[in-house]
Structures are given as C-alpha cells and as structure tokens.
T-cell receptor, first 115, second 111 residues
Framework: NAGVMQNPRHLVRRRGQEARLRCSPM?????VYWYRQLPEEGLKFMVY????????ESGMPKERFSAEFPKEGPSILRIQQVVRGDSAAYFC?????????????FGQGTRLTVV | KQEVTQIPAALSVPEGENLVLNCSFTDSAIYNLQWFRQDPGKGLTSLLLIQSSQREQTSGRLNASLDKSSGRSTLYIAASQPGDSATYLCAVNNAGNMLTFGGGTRLMVKP
C-alpha cells in the first residue's frame, strides 16, 4: 500500500504563471487535506476535501487558490498567477475518515519556487 | 481558535543526553495529538499519536505524554543520538483531522 503521493516534488514557476500540485491519497482514503509551510514558518491548514466536495476551506487564501478532489484521479491544488510569496512547501495528507480515532498520513510535499 | 506553542524553539545537546520537548495548546477539546519529525527539505514522519483518552505513548527511545486538562504534551527522547537531529513538530486535532501545528523545536545533537 503506497503512501500519499505528491507530484511534482519540486516546481519552479515564473511570476504570473499557474502552478498545479497533485496529491494521490493512500488507497482506501477518501479524505484529503492540504497544508502550506512558508519559509521559516510552521505548517498551516489550507483546505479539507472529500470526493467531489470541499468540506472546509477556512485556511485558503481568498484569491488565486483553488482545490478539487474529483471522483476519479488525484486531488489538485491550483494556484493562479503565482507571486513570490507563494513560494513554500505544500503538503497533502489523507485519512480513511474524519473520526476521532483516525490518523492522517502525510506526503513528501511539493516545494514551489516562484522566480 | 486553537493555538499550539512549542518550547524551546531550538535546542542543542551533546550526544547521550535525555531531553524533553514541550508543546502547549489552548483548546483542550481535542481528538488527539501527534508528534512529527521533519528533516530539512523533507516531509513529515509521524512519531507518536496520542488519543484524547490516553496519557502517553511509547516507541523505542521516544515517549510522549498528554495532559489534556492543562493543555500540555511532552516528547521525551532518551539517550539522544546525532541521527535524532531534526525539527520536531507537535500537532493537535480538534476535529476532522484538520491539524493545528506548533512552530516546532529544532534539535541538534552533537557527537
């Protein structure tokens, strides 16, 4: 059972371009979470998705950021018109459900650099 | 709103020392608390998860305790080794696995 897979591991974008980050959850997991780690800062929750639904997006910036988790395929975090301040490590986690006794498992992250 | 604080922010110790990392949180209505390790430029490795009904968990040289009422957790590392050098993160789950992370403790174990 492969772990949470994120790709690409490293992504370089010029200012104004779009960044697409992919996350394939662990087999059997239908809950996906995205976190952002800015340089020299802690991890911050961004968004929580289930298949075809956004459950909580309270940590998402209001503009340029969107996330989806379609019925088929990986979850996508999309950043439009990237700026230097978007440079960060983006981590995805997945869990089998959101119950009290479940654990979320993290991927290795995508490191986005905006030049 | 949950806030998680880790003290100290950085710690440097000689090899072989036993050490304690501290984590405090403001909202005690938690599902569980988790300790992670993060190496520079790498992902998160889960070390220990303590459910809200538990007081402690142990794995090898690591022991994590939880005092929900006082909003505290400690990670105890016995007989530290240079390979333990990393950033240790505490994360609290209030609901739905949306974790609130502390700022981390950067540990350096000198040979």
């Amino acid at each position: 059972n492969a772990g949470v897979m994120q790709n690409p591991r490293h992504l370089v974008r010029r200012r104004g371009q779009e960044a697409r980050l992919r996350c394939s959850p662990m087999k059997g997991h239908s809950h996906v979470y995205w976190y952002r780690q800015l340089p020299e800062e802690g991890l911050k929750f961004m968004v929580y998705l289930q298949k075809e639904n956004i459950i909580d997006e309270s940590g998402m910036p209001k503009e340029r950021f969107s996330a989806e988790f379609p019925k088929e395929g990986p979850s996508i975090l999309r950043i439009q018109q990237v700026v230097r301040g978007d440079s960060a490590a983006y981590f995805c986690a997945s869990s089998v459900n959101s119950g009290e006794n479940t654990e979320a498992f993290f991927g290795q992250g995508t490191r986005l650099t905006v030049v | 709103k949950q806030e998680v604080t880790q003290i100290p922010a950085a710690l440097s110790v000689p090899e072989g020392e036993n050490l304690v990392l501290n984590c405090s949180f403001t909202d005690s209505a938690i599902y569980n608390l988790q300790w992670f390790r993060q190496d520079p430029g790498k992902g998160l490795t889960s070390l220990l998860l303590i459910q809200s009904s538990q007081r402690e968990q142990t794995s090898g040289r690591l022991n994590a305790s939880l005092d929900k009422s006082s909003g505290r957790s400690t990670l105890y590392i016995a007989a530290s080794q240079p390979g333990d050098s990393a950033t240790y993160l505490c994360a609290v789950n209030n609901a739905g696995n949306m974790l609130t992370f502390g700022g981390g403790t950067r540990l350096m174990v000198k040979p």
